[in-house]
């Protein structure tokens, strides 16, 4: 993504381009206002419904003449025959839509925990999010996840739309109060109320549904119709117009509420703004006169909050029915911040056009496809870099362009170099010392599985490991390494693995075999840590030269957060602050980039078990080399002064990952459930009934003072939901298990809880962190990797 100055650039771009089957047209000639451009992405837990609105989006966008389905692989952004086959979303997918004057570079993001380095890239160069909530579940597991990664990297100014309304069983009541219950924000702001039905005999028959929308900032009502057209009537201006209105009759569960919602967001808006406090205030008493308060009075104050991140606008809809898509495009539109609100560090005029690589992917017919723009010098590698083409990118089809415009996501060809995640630089000037060359780097998160790769042949060898080289440059997610004369490549997890081995197969066209899966484990630090040797002495054109490194080598401390950039570790340079990666110094010259190679090296391999190291700080407190000879010496001086420390300290514990699991059963099927987890290992955190539960260590829910909170008979199915189940002979109790476990004894945890729970049971894991393990584990461990 393009991240500049607007000074800097500003071509012209308007190009029609060609229509193709099942679409209007590429409705998204881009124009060179920056404040137009909203750079947005859609997340979620997996299965909220992100790709589902994407086609809702280009469909209403006239992009598509048609939605595709997830369930039938005719989706526009979900092109990977692995995405179309499982139904999911593997890859961040990037497309421009033009809506009203607005031009949205839209990334639709997966929403399994595997694919999380996705929307890790995702987050790191948009500037607002839309944040999808299924409205049955309410907020989970990766719903939180994503919510961390978009606090990681500040994207702060976030829409809240709660989806899949038309289920049985939805709740926007439920919905609301799980945001506060899982502490996303203490002020969401109800924009919209959901009308189930025009007939409100389906309220009293619980009938579920959605066919309706109030937007309480413009004060009108918006109806779909079956074939998902929509129609817009306005909402009478006065309390007593309420009562004769032709769009909603009289009796209408919906029509008692509408005063109060409206009172309630222009009261609470008013909260987050001074002017606009005493704005109401010069109202007259009554109802009435806030219900002729024109949006255009109440619009740049609800911007202004939503950019401060002060209030979370909720919007509710059912994607699937195209229903509430127009009310997202609008208020996107409206609220999101454009690239010129979001002030970069040392930004200025006069510094030199920076840009992101937040994507490399690689494409059979055009080779290697980076999405940023200009000409340039990779300062995270320090290579130069020649652009052949510049393309803007439709999903998996793609448009040659001869500029970009400032705020603009595009795409590079002919870059040979570029990795996810490095900064380039245009310009010949030199880098202003009041501008970072380097943008903040995107951190992958830590492997916690792996698999050998098995060559067919000989010949095969080398093919494999240019195949696997690539993967790894567009998925940093994926790390490879070789381990007595083994192949390994480590993932997020299971299907993670799974996708890249299709992916080698299916793109690469490499021939192997995948071995078996197994857990990603670490060792500590052993207990005879000292402060050692700092010399290393080698021999340069038969001269004998000896370096010195001096660094000091602990275990980290329960109150120190290890770095995980260092896979949890914590590396020190001289001055005390953390040194940067290899990878991400701007300087691959400088003795320090050296030096925290042969760290990162030593450390990725323990002499011991070869399992990467964990939970280690060194501090590298000074160094001396002769000045005749490169610093890159330095890095085999480090890795090599470390390897025999680490040595010389003696094999430490050995760490496994954990996972935390959300588990939903029937209360008949509770005790086998837990005597099942605690045989393998796990520990129960909480048992709860089917309520709404925060399981954060950290935390209380948030308060719903101040919070407008719409009803439960909004959504009838769900508000008759107790009732029926009242009456039925036999209720079957729901009950929510929380609980920690080993991911080695869960790799199989499908199978196991469909048997004990006679089919009923779900859950839902995410990562937990590495934890040291016992002494018979580690034995059985050691054993498992061949060290025993």
């Not at 080698?504 to 207990?527: A, K, Q, T």
């Not at 086998?672 to 950290?698: M, P, Q, R, Y």
Request: aromatic share 6%.
């Amino acid at each position: 993504m393009l991240r500049s100055l607007k000074e800097i650039i500003k071509p012209n771009l308007s190009r029609t381009l060609r229509p193709r089957r099942n679409h209007r047209s590429f409705a998204t000639s881009s124009s060179d206002d920056a404040t137009k451009f909203r750079n947005m992405a859609l997340v979620a837990h997996i299965d909220s419904g992100k790709t589902t609105l994407t086609e809702s989006i280009l469909h209403k966008s006239s992009y598509l003449t048609s939605p595709g389905s997830v369930d039938t692989g005719s989706t526009t952004t979900d092109f990977l025959p692995a995405e179309r086959e499982r139904g999911i979303t593997i890859q961040s997918a990037s497309i421009p839509v033009k809506w009203k004057n607005w031009t949205f570079n839209m990334i639709d993001t997966p929403g399994h925990a595997d694919f999380g380095m996705e929307v890790e890239s995702a987050s790191r160069v948009v500037d607002g999010a839309v944040v999808l909530i299924d409205s049955v579940e309410g907020v989970e597991s990766q719903t939180k996840g994503v919510w961390r990664q978009l606090d990681r990297y500040n994207v702060s100014t976030r829409l809240m739309f709660l989806n899949k309304l038309d289920r049985p069983g939805a709740s926007f009541k439920s919905s609301l109060l799980s945001l506060l219950s899982h502490r996303l924000h203490s002020n969401p702001m109800v924009l919209t109320l959901p009308i189930a039905s025009f007939n409100p005999q389906d309220y009293t028959r619980a009938e579920p549904g959605i066919q309706g929308l109030v937007d309480l900032v413009n004060w009108v009502v918006w109806k779909w119709d079956s074939n998902g057209v929509s129609s817009q009537h306005p909402l009478p201006r006065t309390a007593e117009g309420l009562t004769s209105m032709e769009i909603l009759h009289s009796n209408h569960p919906v029509v008692p509420h509408l005063v109060p919602a409206r009172v309630a967001l222009l009261e609470n808006l008013a909260m987050f703004s001074e002017e606009f406090m005493e704005f109401l205030l010069t109202l007259p008493s009554g109802p009435s006169s806030y219900l002729g308060i024109e949006p255009s009075k109440i619009m740049p104050h609800l911007r202004n909050a939503t950019l401060r991140n002060d209030i979370l606008p909720v919007l509710c809809g059912s994607a699937m029915k195209n229903i509430g898509t127009e009310l997202v495009m609008n208020y996107v539109g409206e609220l999101l911040p454009s690239p010129l609100d979001v002030q970069l560090e040392g930004e200025s005029a006069n510094s030199p056009v920076r840009l992101l690589a937040w994507k490399v992917s690689w494409d059979k017919r055009r080779g290697w496809m980076t999405f940023r723009q200009s000409s340039l010098l990779n300062t995270s590698s320090g290579q130069k870099e020649k652009v052949s083409k510049l393309l803007l990118l439709y999903a998996s089809e793609a448009e040659e362009v001869e500029s970009l415009p400032f705020g603009s996501v595009g795409v590079l060809l002919g870059l040979k170099y570029t990795r996810t995640g490095d900064t380039l630089v245009a310009g010949r000037g030199p880098v202003s010392s009041t501008a970072p060359s380097s943008l903040r780097t995107i951190v992958p998160p830590p492997a916690v599985m792996s698999a050998s790769i098995i060559p067919r042949s000989h010949s095969d060898l080398e093919p494999v490991q240019d195949a696997l080289q690539s993967l790894a440059r567009t998925d940093p997610s994926v790390r490879v390494d070789a381990q007595e004369g083994q192949i390994l490549v480590h993932g997020l997890g299971a299907l993670h693995l799974e996708i890249v081995e299709g992916r080698l197969r299916d793109e690469w066209n490499v021939h192997f075999e995948f071995g078996s899966r197994r857990v990603s484990y670490r060792e500590g630090l052993g207990p005879g840590a000292s402060s050692g040797d700092h010399q290393w002495t080698t021999e340069i054109a038969n001269k004998p030269i000896t370096i010195s490194i001096w660094m000091s080598i602990t275990p980290l401390e329960e109150t120190e957060q290890g770095d995980p950039t260092w896979d949890d570790n914590l590396v020190l340079g001289p001055s005390g602050k953390p040194l940067t990666s290899p990878e991400a110094s701007p300087d691959q010259l400088d003795p320090l980039t050296n030096i925290s190679r042969g760290i990162a090296s030593m450390l990725s391999n323990s002499p011991h078990t070869s399992l990467a190291l964990s939970h280690i700080k060194i501090k590298v407190t000074g160094f001396k080399y002769p000045q005749e000879i490169s610093p890159s010496i330095l890095a085999g001086a480090s890795s090599s002064i470390l390897q025999k420390r680490i040595r010389e300290a003696g094999m430490g514990g050995i760490m496994e990952p954990y996972i935390k699991l959300k588990i939903s059963i029937n209360e008949d099927s509770l005790g086998k459930v837990v005597k099942d987890l605690t045989e393998n290992g796990g520990e129960v955190l909480d048992l709860a009934s089917d309520a709404i539960t925060a399981i954060d260590e950290d935390s209380f829910p948030y308060s719903i003072d101040g919070v407008y909170v719409p009803p439960r008979e909004l959504s009838p199915s769900s508000a008759s939901s107790a009732s029926v189940n009242s009456s039925t002979s036999t209720p079957r109790l729901k009950r929510t298990v929380h609980a920690i476990a080993p991911l080695s004894r869960m790799l199989d945890y499908s199978t196991r809880l469909r048997a004990l729970s006679g089919g009923h049971g779900l859950f839902e894991m995410e990562n937990a962190g590495f934890r040291e393990v016992s002494e018979p584990r580690k034995v059985e461990i050691l054993r498992e990797i061949g060290r025993a």
